[in-house]
T-cell receptor, first 116, second 114 residues
Framework: AQTVTQSQPEMSVQEAETVTLSCTYD???????LFWYKQPPSRQMILVIR??????QNATENRFSVNFQKAAKSFSLKISDSQLGDAAMYFC?????????????FGKGTTLSVSS | DTAVSQTPKYLVTQMGNDKSIKCEQN?????MYWYKQDSKKFLKIMFS???????INETVPNRFSPKSPDKAHLNLHINSLELGDSAVYFC?????????????FGPGTRLTVT
């Protein structure tokens, strides 16, 4: 079975600085997707970024980028120029590409606080 | 326009009652899900439906029954509610034909059983 591990329960960063959230996963599959979701206090789950396992290039979405190391099964999220609105819980998630209806497998989350 | 909506957003009820949570998506997706987020914020899949067919039925008590009347709706009915059912329940949807696979979440329903 696949597992996702986020080893940092809490992280903090100052405004305008850069922070990296870690995620490792375990799978025997070769075709899968990885995601980062943000959950602010409003509890809405917001998709931040996604990465296809077959792509070597790291995904980027504005201030958010990932470092995807397939062999090491590592998928970290870098937030550049941090803003107060980035404060939230961040979840790393894995999804098999094997069949339709496959669920996301989540890590336990990292709470990010941003100070001014 | 809300992409994935859930009603109600808050539900407070007593032990032993039966309740339903409704979910609708207007994204034209073919797959829908129910996730449970516990008090420690851990998210876990409960059910998934693809084109109204049950795909995932995780080990949840059979007091929980999903119903998908059509591809745009997935409801969750819970019988004989227990204290341990208190949690946030999220509905999500995705388009699994082609290679999209992102799941989009509803706002969640906070269920409190007293």
């Amino acid at each position: 079975a696949q597992t996702v591990t986020q080893s940092q329960p809490e992280m903090s960063v100052q405004e305008a600085e850069t922070v990296t959230l870690s995620c490792t996963y375990d799978t025997s599959e070769s075709d899968y997707y990885l995601f980062w979701y943000k959950q602010p206090p409003s509890r809405q789950m917001i998709l931040v970024i996604r990465q296809e396992a077959y792509k070597q290039q790291n995904a980027t979405e504005n201030r958010f980028s990932v470092n995807f190391q397939k062999a090491a099964k590592s998928f970290s999220l870098k937030i550049s120029d941090s803003q107060l609105g980035d404060a939230a819980m961040y979840f790393c998630a894995y999804r098999s590409a094997k069949q339709a209806g496959t669920a996301l497998i989540f890590g336990k989350g990292t709470t990010l606080s941003v100070s001014s | 326009d809300t992409a994935v909506s859930q009603t109600p957003k808050y539900l407070v009820t007593q032990m032993g009652n039966d309740k339903s949570i409704k979910c609708e998506q207007n994204l034209g997706h073919d797959t829908m899900y129910w996730y449970k987020q516990d008090s420690k914020k851990f998210l876990k899949i409960m059910f998934s439906y693809n084109n109204k067919e049950l795909i995932i039925n995780e080990t949840v008590p059979n007091r929980f029954s999903p119903k998908s009347p059509d591809k745009a709706h997935l409801n969750l009915h819970i019988n004989s509610l227990e204290l341990g059912d208190s949690a946030v329940y999220f509905c999500a949807s995705s388009q699994d034909r082609g290679y999209s696979y992102e799941q989009y979440f509803g706002p969640g329903t906070r269920l409190t059983v007293t």
